[in-house]
């Protein structure tokens, strides 16, 4: 079985992929949405916004080429969008311009593989919707060895005809010993909702195995609240990785076995804006534990009640933060991660980071860390190969 880690591609998922151990990265189906990138900095605020796309184009020739494969998609997250990620998504043309765009980026990076695009222009007919569909797949057929589709799998029901209108050409696909894949996005999932999510997917999944019988099936999603007190209390708590339990809760009602994916614990709303650091924000650090929980610390700072000014540098409640959570219960080692070794950096030493960002890149990392060592364990105990 296979992890597969789907990226944002925010500043953080990107500083946690860089400093990913190269051997975990080879194990890793990395699933790359093309979003709209950060602004650009422009003094003229009346301006019309311009976002840099291109920093995200060149992430993934440059930096997905040593992971399994790097499966690129358009986002679907509408604050991720810009009018060149809508240009991409077009039908026009049997998704010309997402196809081309496919093929250029896998000139520069051979790992790279597509999504197929499900997007009908709103002048689209039936015929023409199916048309441009149809010329997206073949096109991709022609070149590629692996077709990824990916539902929105709480949001569209209407998927499954999608999935049944291509089943003819995917069943073919699979035949000549390529893969296509699906992948069951089910975005955030609540805490204590994986029975219920699990109970509404499982019959979807019987007419899958009935249109596709063998196509590859992905569980997607993340529990990684927004903010870590939407869940838990305002200076330690620890909850479970929805997710996983929602995978597993799955695998138990199927025959055949599905695979495992997320989204690295990080939120589907990315706030990438410029947001100044308060003088009361705590300091936070997570830790991804080996009982597929995450507990976190927050460290409140030392403010000048009259000046609201720190009376203490920011490190030093990262430092008192890092403490706390190596000395916490929950605690496990980590080995090969650089973001434990960061948190040992910081609670013994000096913290590397004193920015929320930097702690997200080190959770992440170490979050994706313990998801790659449980599978190659499962895989050992039950003698299955990924992928």
Known sequence: MTYHLLLKMGDAEIRAWKHLNPARKAELSVHCEITRGRKRPNKDKLAPIEYNIAKIYSTIAEDFDDCRVCVVDITREPTLRSSETQALGRSAGGYA??????????????????????????????????????????????????????????????FIDDLSMLADRANAFIQEDRRFEIVLDFEFVQASTASLHAAYVAPLISQIRTIIPHASIVSLGTSF???????GDEERDEFRLEELALYEAINRAQNQPIEYGDYGSINPIRNDAFIPVGSYLRA????????????????????????????????????????????????????????????????????????????????????????????????????????
Request: glycine share 4%.
């Open 97 to 158: 311009q997402w196809v081309a765009k496919v093929n250029e980026l896998h000139a520069e990076n051979t790992k790279v593989r597509p999504t197929l695009i499900v997007n009908p222009g709103e002048d689209d007919d039936y015929d023409q919707y199916v048309s441009d569909i149809f010329t997206q797949f073949d096109a991709f057929a022609q070149r590629y060895d692996l077709i990824s589709y990916r539902a929105s799998v709480l949001h569209d029901e209407g």
């Open 284 to 387: 936070r650090i997570d830790f991804p534990t080996d009982k597929n929980s995450i507990y976190y610390h927050r460290v409140a700072p030392n403010v000048d009640p009259n000046t609201k000014k720190l009376l203490s540098p920011r490190s030093s409640m990262y430092k008192a933060a890092a403490k706390r959570v190596m000395a916490d219960a929950s605690h496990s080692p980590l080995h090969g991660s650089w973001g434990y070794e960061k948190i040992v950096e910081a609670a013994t030493k000096a913290p590397e980071g004193s920015s929320p960002n930097f702690w997200i890149s080190v959770r992440m990392e170490m979050h994706i860390c313990r998801r790659l060592d449980a599978i190659s364990r499962q895989n050992a105990s039950t003698g299955v190969r990924s992928n």
């Open 225 to 231: 609240p927004k903010s870590v007190t939407d869940v």
